[in-house]
């Protein structure tokens, strides 16, 4: 569970730095769309469709 939550975590922190002076709007649909892509390569990962040559 941390080895998902601890870059999830990470990967929002340096969205909401670097988005400091966008509007909100635009902040929001950032977040949302990388949690989007987050959960699809876990979801896909853990499905077994993940490439072989791509896991560690």
């Known amino acids: 569970m941390m080895e998902i939550v601890v870059p ?3 990967g929002l ?3 909401w730095l670097i988005g ?4 909100w709007n635009a ?3 950032t977040i949302m769309v990388t949690l989007a892509i987050v959960i699809l ?3 896909l990962e853990r499905g077994g469709y993940w490439p ?3 896991r560690r």
Request: proline content about 5%.
């Open 13 to 15: 922190s340096l969205i």
């Open 41 to 43: 390569i876990v979801a």
């Open 20 to 23: 400091r002076g966008v509007p």
């Open 8 to 10: 999830l975590i990470i």
């Open 52 to 54: 072989e040559g791509w």
């Open 27 to 29: 902040k929001l649909m």
